[in-house]
């Protein structure tokens, strides 16, 4: 039953020009590849580099010390930290603040490499197929599109405990927050605003911060994935030289790749 199935799918690729990608990728090599190395080719990829970007980022500073995915406030928190900042040991409060939420966003990183192998386990020959004669981020595209919402519920509540925790005279950055923009939604709400032409905040701190945090995991697969295609060195494993390397000799015969 297993064989008419793959049977079906490779037909119904032959009738959308996959097929004549496989051809090109067979007749690059002295032993021809089959499907089953196409595939397993491009599931070892996506497992590789999701592991290597989830390891990195859940490192101590994996964050905090990496400038590319450094989680800072709002832009419309700049009031706060300009307050803060007066009082005696402001300065540092506000980069403990901005510390915690890093050390979450690290924590939250450590369970993310299981969400993504689920998601590679249940990729079909035609969205391997769609990755490996893609755009050099499509592994990262299809990762986004298929765990981006338990990715999200995984972090949220992370950083949701980091803002919450009460950093000076009882107050947590959440409060300071909502405080913040609070005030200045009433003014802008106003009669006097309006005719000032201000605009309401309504930025909702922790997905702001979740969402940061998810765009740096993002960041790190596509910088993994784009080694992959185009570094040998950082195909790791004789599958990958062999899938990849196809498309290298395909690339240097045409200077670009076949269109599916």
Same mark, same amino acid.
């Given at each position: 039953?297993?064989?008419?199935?793959?049977?079906?799918?490779?037909?119904? #690729?032959?009738? *959308?020009?996959?097929?004549?990608?496989?051809?090109?990728?067979?007749?690059?090599?002295?032993?021809?590849?089959?499907?089953?190395?196409?595939?397993?080719?491009?599931?070892?990829?996506?497992?590789?580099?999701?592991? =290597?970007?989830?390891?990195?980022?859940?490192?101590?500073?994996?964050?905090?010390?990496?400038?590319?995915?450094?989680?800072?406030?709002?832009?419309?928190?700049?009031?706060?930290?300009?307050?803060?900042?007066?009082?005696?040991?402001?300065?540092?409060?506000?980069?403990?603040?901005?510390?915690?939420?890093?050390?979450?966003?690290?924590?939250?990183?450590?369970?993310?490499?299981?969400?993504?192998?689920?998601?590679?386990?249940?990729?079909?020959?035609?969205?391997?197929? =769609?990755?490996?004669?893609?755009?050099?981020?499509?592994?990262?595209?299809?990762?986004?599109?298929?765990?981006? %919402?338990?990715?999200?519920?995984?972090?949220?509540?992370?950083?949701?405990?980091?803002?919450?925790?009460?950093?000076?005279?009882?107050?947590?950055?959440?409060?300071?927050?909502?405080?913040?923009?609070?005030?200045?939604?009433?003014?802008?709400?106003?009669?006097?605003?309006?005719?000032? %032409? #201000?605009?309401?905040?309504?930025?909702?701190?922790?997905?702001?911060? *979740?969402?940061?945090?998810?765009?740096?995991?993002?960041?790190?697969?596509?910088?993994?994935?784009?080694?992959?295609?185009?570094?040998?060195?950082?195909?790791? *494993?004789?599958?990958?030289?062999?899938?990849?390397?196809?498309?290298?000799?395909?690339?240097?015969?045409?200077?670009?790749?076949?269109?599916?």
């Amino acid at each position: 039953m297993k064989t008419r199935i793959i049977s079906l799918l490779l037909s119904v #690729l032959v009738l *959308t020009g996959c097929a004549e990608l496989l051809k090109v990728l067979q007749s690059s090599g002295t032993v021809p590849l089959t499907e089953a190395e196409v595939i397993g080719g491009l599931k070892e990829a996506l497992i590789t580099g999701a592991r =290597n970007s989830a390891q990195r980022l859940a490192a101590e500073n994996g964050y905090y010390g990496d400038a590319t995915v450094k989680i800072f406030l709002p832009d419309e928190a700049k009031i706060i930290v300009d307050n803060i900042s007066r009082i005696p040991g402001g300065t540092q409060l506000v980069e403990d603040v901005i510390l915690r939420i890093n050390r979450a966003a690290e924590d939250a990183a450590k369970e993310v490499a299981p969400i993504f192998v689920n998601s590679v386990t249940q990729m079909t020959i035609m969205d391997a197929f =769609n990755i490996l004669n893609g755009a050099d981020n499509a592994a990262t595209s299809y990762l986004r599109n298929t765990t981006y %919402n338990e990715l999200y519920a995984l972090y949220k509540p992370k950083i949701q405990v980091s803002t919450e925790k009460k950093i000076i005279g009882n107050i947590s950055t959440k409060d300071s927050w909502e405080t913040l923009t609070g005030k200045w939604n009433v003014l802008a709400n106003s009669v006097a605003g309006k005719l000032a %032409n #201000l605009k309401p905040v309504n930025t909702d701190l922790d997905d702001f911060l *979740t969402t940061k945090a998810l765009n740096g995991v993002f960041l790190k697969v596509e910088i993994e994935e784009l080694k992959i295609r185009k570094e040998v060195s950082a195909r790791v *494993t004789p599958l990958l030289q062999r899938v990849f390397g196809s498309l290298d000799n395909k690339t240097n015969q045409t200077g670009t790749r076949a269109d599916v």
